[in-house]
């Protein structure tokens, strides 16, 4: 039997790189599809989360309360309440209150428990739907023992004044 010894290294040699060659075929077919997945123009962009009015009244407020309180910006309802009995109506009762949010909650710095919250009135707020929105959020903040101060937009604030305002900002 006559066996070339150099045809065999060469052919494992060879048919190792044509398996190379497939996989890194198919590894670059796989990423490109992934790539052109990954890529896809999604309907998102990054907006500014504050607005230019809510930013200068949010800069007025940190001195207001200086110390006394963390303020977090638009918090939703249902991040502070609860649904207290929820075999009744639970998810309507949620719903309600899933979508609406304040414009600042004060909390205790040491505990973040909520103090009270500010509500931002600029001229959205006397439209018909949004004032039948302000009872409902009003209501749900006095039912439940928290502060909801409005504060009327403007186009600038005094500290001291919005200190006035808010219950616990003059507390040491």
């Not at 918090?75 to 979508?99: K, M, W, Y």
Request: include cysteine; glycine fraction near 4%.
């Amino acid at each position: 039997m006559n066996v070339d010894l150099a045809s065999g290294p060469v052919a494992i040699v060879a048919m190792l790189l044509l398996a190379l060659m497939v996989v890194a075929a198919i590894g670059a077919k796989v990423k490109a599809s992934s790539t052109r997945a990954g890529t896809k123009a999604l309907p998102y962009r990054l907006r500014p989360f504050l607005s230019a009015a809510e930013l200068r009244f949010f800069q007025v407020l940190e001195l207001a309360v200086n110390d006394n309180a963390r303020i977090c910006p638009k918090v939703r309802l249902a991040d502070i309440f609860d649904v207290v009995r929820p075999t009744e109506g639970q998810v309507g009762h949620r719903n309600r209150i899933s979508q609406k949010h304040v414009d600042f909650l004060l909390c205790d710095p040491a505990t973040m428990v909520p103090m009270c919250a500010v509500e931002l009135d600029d001229s959205s707020h006397r439209r018909r739907k949004r004032r039948e929105r302000d009872h409902f959020v009003d209501e749900v903040f006095r039912q439940c023992g928290l502060r909801l101060v409005h504060i009327r937009a403007a186009a600038e604030y005094d500290a001291a004044k919005l200190r006035e305002q808010i219950p616990f900002a003059n507390d040491p």
